[in-house]
């Protein structure tokens, strides 16, 4: 010290080390402030880093599990699911088709390991194994592990012995599906999925082992569900003081554990149940760096080469464990899927990375909710659900008025079909056309509800309803729009304005579709709008369609088809089928075709095959031509039979069947296919009596001859034999024909036997 202040005597002494002071204080700070902006960065960017590859972890875990339990509902809610459970004696014949589903679907995944069913006696009905392990025994150590942990949807991680190997255990993720538990005396069966543990670990980290760090999936109970290092699978490590802090929902934490200080981070996954873990050694580093900086802050001055290079080899240290896990992020195959930018840096390669899960997620969901919506609307099936969900996704907004416009597309020429690119390159054109030229008018939304058929749905944001001309002019620029580019037919049906908020848009939507359907039979390509649901059509076309028919008149037969068809172009399809049937029918009958045997085809059962499939109108008009010319030809038939023979089987039927109460001209024509005025007039010129007259003269003689010959029946009777339900009518006609009533008729006629043979016998 003596010696440094003689030295520093002079001014320049003074000045040059103050400066030196000055330059040396400044470089300690400036080093300091880097040096803890440094380690700030670095372990905001672990963290961050380190928080995003938990964050991806559980979403390929949790939709890996979530893949599973939507597999087993499904098999457990089937046909063959129920089958299965609940019969004692399974034949697996009758479910082989269901089996193969399933094997194909556990080969397909590589860490489905085995699909169990137990049926309701608590015995194995069913192991389909996948090739990825075989355990030893687990038809009967399955169902002891469910009753040892007596629940009916609790799923379950536990180890067992391989088949192949004395030394190897199999850990697996069992998760089993049951309206009760298995000890419940209401069981009822349980399906069962099994999930390999390595090799769904396989699929969620590399097989690069990190001393350093890893990532651990727990279930509540402390099982190793999940480790980045692939070892201890299955193992219980709720007494480790680490875990019991997880379980207790401690995020962040530090703890001393095999002479290291290591760093935990953990959260709650999204699968109920699991727990995310990344334990690292960070900690422990940070403290290294620190004693590192301790020595450079020391001998700043003379080494500072030295601590830049130490602080490069040491930067170096620390980042090469999260440097190695985005790089085996990078080769992974949902990386490959994804296709990131090759410049990125390692947190926008992870932000993009998660992004891209999320993305696909959410288009999953959306699809997931169109099919739902499609489904629904095609089988007419949960309105309220639908509802719902359409105001969910914005599809609707409230009670505001809506309108729905149903499209369908064919090719120009029928008889081609689109392949499966040209379909897309339609169904995208087609798409963007109409949604354009609809959300002028508002929100407008797509759905393909069908093959070339899609349904676009339009609502009002202001709350005003829209003119439906204004709709239908701007469907039909698009429907021009899509036939300039390509060679197709459009039929489109629009809907007037709904305001039920979606309640009834299930039931008009069927009816827009079935109406769209009849008017593609009959090719009618015009935009039209749907305003009613109701459209009969009145009866006295068959009657003038018959006419014609009788009167060989053709040409009138057709005209009067052709206005029916035209007055039946707003009719739902299953209306307009039953339409033609009951025209057909008519027709049949007047041919008197109706009553040749069963099995040909002018039966009325195959009259509804036959209108199925037609394929047009013209197609229409020729099989109705072809009814015309059968039922001509059998009417022609019949004319030329002779009148004599037509009124003598008239004659003939009368005394065969007097006694119907229903006796009468209307009947006895229709027997004849004639009509009733034309049958009366034949009937007098061929008897000289009218044929009320000469009914009425067949019964009364029949009655006049029981009335003598079954003296026990009384007056009732004997009307109800000839055809009279009313006696007192019956006596009316008996006193009008013989000028006596049947009473006094039996009497006198008794009288005159007894004096007749009292007369004999004097």
């Known amino acids: 010290m003596k010696w440094l202040r003689e030295k520093t005597k002079t001014l320049f002494s003074k000045t040059l080390l103050g400066m030196l002071s000055i330059s040396l204080t400044v470089l300690i700070v400036v080093a300091a402030v880097l040096f803890a902006w440094f380690r700030t960065?670095?372990?905001?960017?672990?963290?961050?880093?380190?928080?995003?590859?938990?964050g991806n972890t559980d979403a390929v875990f949790s939709r890996s599990i979530t893949d599973a339990r939507n597999l087993l509902s499904e098999w457990y809610a089937s046909p063959d699911g129920v089958s299965l459970r609940l019969e004692e004696d399974t034949d697996f014949t009758n479910h082989m088709s269901f089996i193969n589903k399933v094997l194909s679907i556990l080969n397909g995944t590589a860490y489905l390991q085995s699909a169990c069913f137990i049926n309701y006696q608590k015995e194995m009905a069913l192991n389909i194994g996948s090739n990825v392990s075989i355990p030893e025994n687990l038809d009967h150590i399955l169902i002891d592990k469910m009753i040892q942990i007596d629940g009916q949807n609790n799923a379950c991680v536990w180890n067992v012995q391989s088949r192949h190997s004395d030394q190897e255990a199999i850990p697996l993720l069992t998760i089993p599906m049951a309206e009760t538990a298995i000890t419940d005396p209401r069981f009822s069966g349980m399906a069962v999925i099994n999930?390999?543990?390595?090799?769904?670990?396989?699929?969620?980290?590399?097989?690069?082992?990190?001393?350093?760090?890893?990532?651990?999936?727990?279930?509540?109970?402390?099982?190793?569900?999940?480790n980045s290092n692939l070892e201890n699978l299955g193992e219980d490590w709720s007494d480790r003081e680490w875990v019991r802090r997880v379980l207790a929902h401690e995020e962040q934490f530090e703890l001393k554990e095999d002479g290291k200080r290591w760093e935990f981070l953990s959260f709650p996954a999204q699968q109920n149940g699991y727990y995310i873990v990344a334990q690292s050694d960070y900690v422990t580093q940070i403290v290294n760096i620190n004693y590192v900086f301790y020595i450079v802050f020391a001998v700043i001055i003379v080494a500072a080469v030295t601590i830049i290079l130490m602080m490069m080899l040491v930067s170096r240290r620390i980042f090469r464990p999260f440097n190695q896990m985005v790089g085996n992020l990078k080769e992974s195959q949902i990386a490959e899927e994804m296709e990131p930018g090759a410049d990125e840096d390692e947190i926008a390669f992870l932000e993009h990375f998660y992004q891209g899960i999320s993305t696909h997620i959410e288009t999953l969901n959306e699809k997931k909710e169109n099919d739902f919506i499609v489904k629904n609307l095609l089988l007419g099936n949960q309105r309220k659900e639908i509802q719902d969900l359409m105001q969910q996704k914005g599809i609707l907004s409230g009670n505001r008025p809506y309108y729905m416009a149903v499209v369908f597309m064919e090719s120009a020429d029928r008889a081609d079909s689109f392949s499966m690119q040209e379909y897309d390159m339609l169904r995208n054109m087609a798409g963007s056309v109409f949604t354009t030229a609809l959300e002028q008018f508002g929100h407008c939304t797509g759905l393909e509800v069908g093959l070339r058929r899609m349904l676009f749905i339009v609502y009002r944001e202001d709350g005003?309803?829209?003119?439906?001309?204004?709709?239908?002019?701007?469907?039909?620029?698009?429907?021009?729009?899509?036939?300039?580019?390509?060679?197709?037919?459009?039929?489109?049906?629009v809907s007037q304005a709904l305001r039920d908020g979606g309640s009834d848009c299930v039931r008009y939507f069927g009816w827009l579709n079935d109406c769209l359907k009849t008017r593609h039979l009959l090719g009618?390509?015009?935009?039209?709008?749907?305003?009613?649901?109701?459209?009969?059509?009145?009866?006295?076309?068959?009657?003038?369609?018959?006419?014609?028919?009788?009167?060989?008149?053709?040409?009138?037969?057709?005209?009067?088809?052709?206005?029916?068809?035209?007055?039946?172009?707003?009719?739902?399809?299953?209306?307009?089928?039953?339409?033609?049937e009951q025209t057909g029918a008519a027709i049949l009958k007047a041919g008197r075709m109706s009553r040749n045997a069963e099995g040909k085809e002018n039966g009325r059962g195959s009259l509804r095959e036959r209108i199925a499939a037609l394929t047009g109108r013209e197609e229409l008009l020729l099989w109705l031509e072809s009814l015309y010319d059968e039922a001509a030809i059998q009417i022609s038939k019949i004319s030329s039979h002779s009148t004599a023979a037509m009124m003598e089987e008239a004659v003939d039927y009368i005394r065969n069947n007097y006694d119907d109460s229903n006796l009468n001209v209307n009947l006895l024509a229709d027997k004849l296919n004639i009509s009733a005025a034309y049958f009366g007039k034949l009937f007098t010129e061929f008897t000289g009596s009218r044929t009320l007259d000469y009914i009425l003269k067949v019964r009364m003689e029949k009655a006049r001859d029981l009335l003598l010959s079954e003296a026990d029946k009384d007056i009732s009777q004997i009307a109800d034999a000839v055809g009279y339900n009313n006696s007192t009518y019956f006596t009316t006609a008996f006193k009008k024909f013989y000028g006596v009533t049947p009473s006094r008729f039996r009497d006198y006629h008794a009288v005159s036997e007894l004096e007749g043979g009292s007369a004999s016998r004097e």
Request: proline residues 2%; contains cysteine.
């Open 195 to 226: 999930i390999d543990l390595r090799q769904m670990n396989k699929s969620l980290f590399s097989n690069t082992h990190e001393e350093q760090f890893r990532i651990v999936i727990l279930n509540k109970d402390g099982v190793v569900v999940g």
């Open 464 to 493: 005003e309803e829209q003119a439906e001309q204004l709709i239908v002019e701007a469907v039909g620029r698009a429907k021009a729009s899509i036939q300039k580019l390509s060679q197709i037919r459009t039929y489109i049906m």
């Open 41 to 54: 960065q670095m372990v905001e960017g672990y963290y961050e880093l380190t928080r995003a590859t938990m």
């Open 524 to 580: 009618c390509e015009e935009t039209v709008v749907l305003t009613g649901m109701e459209n009969e059509i009145p009866q006295d076309w068959d009657d003038v369609i018959i006419g014609c028919l009788k009167q060989r008149d053709k040409e009138g037969y057709m005209e009067a088809v052709r206005n029916l068809l035209e007055a039946c172009e707003m009719m739902p399809y299953g209306q307009f089928v039953s339409r033609l």
